[in-house]
């Protein structure tokens, strides 16, 4: 089944409201984001892992993505795409936070796209459900450094740029190689396997009572 980003803005208040913290949401959709990456990538030790990230929850679940992928011998470093004190919601911030306290990550933030290694993965953390109209910077930059690296590419929820809602592209967007979706799929994503490689869908705990009244 396909859902609206409507109804999957309504599922996530009302489980949130029930106790199934945003916060625990964006805890199982990174670990499940990662569970699919090793799946494909298989061992990731050593690997040089580029995590862009912006101040929504789409950058949450990178975040998450970022201290998962530590813990299995990734060398992992976090692009903020600005300044951290902009970062939007409380459980974005927490695992902003998270990741402060661990030298093993390496974590920048402002807008210089100059790295001083080769990504082997980047992870497309920028834009996710929340998307509106042309894509402001330093999204943009970071959009387009994307396309011009040759690595592999992950979306998380959706390939930035992309409408998950209706299919259409904003003015630049992501094409990626695995795009993992979270809880049920959006109806624009799948018009577009072009740009979102192998698409999955992963549960992500939201009890299915969180849906009555909404699916
Ligand atoms: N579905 C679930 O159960 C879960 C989804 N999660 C993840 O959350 C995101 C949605 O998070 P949200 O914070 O609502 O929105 P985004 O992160 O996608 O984007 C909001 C930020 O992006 C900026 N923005 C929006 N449009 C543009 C643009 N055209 N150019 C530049 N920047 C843009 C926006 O800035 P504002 O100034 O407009 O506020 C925000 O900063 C979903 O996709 C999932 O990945 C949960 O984490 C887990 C559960
Ligand atoms: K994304």
């Known amino acids: 089944m396909e859902i609206t980003v409507d109804q999957m803005y309504n599922i996530e208040n009302k489980g949130h409201d029930m106790g199934f913290l945003k916060k625990f949401m964006m805890e199982n959709a990174g670990a499940a984001a990662v569970k699919r990456l090793l799946e494909k990538i298989g061992d990731v030790k050593s690997k040089n892992i580029l995590i862009f990230v912006g101040l929504g929850n789409n950058g949450g679940d990178g975040l998450v993505m970022a201290r998962h992928l530590t813990g299995y011998g990734a060398k992992v470093t976090v692009m903020l795409l600005g300044n951290s004190n902009k970062i939007k919601t409380e459980e974005s911030n927490w695992n902003w936070s998270l990741l402060q306290k661990m030298p093993s990550v390496k974590l920048l933030s402002g807008n210089s ?48 740029g992309l409408d998950p809602q209706t299919g259409e592209t904003a003015n630049i967007f992501t094409k990626c190689d695995m795009t993992v979706t979270f809880h049920k799929m959006k109806q624009g994503i799948p018009k577009r396997k072009d740009l979102t490689g192998e698409l999955f869908v992963e549960k992500i705990g939201i009890p299915p009572e969180a849906e009555e009244g909404i699916l």
């Open 113 to 160: 796209l100059k790295f001083d290694f080769k990504p082997d993965i980047i992870i497309d953390a920028i834009l996710g459900t929340g998307i509106s109209g042309e894509i402001r910077e330093p999204y943009a930059s970071a959009i387009n450094y994307i396309n011009e690296t040759d690595c592999y590419k992950f979306a998380v929820d959706v390939p930035s």
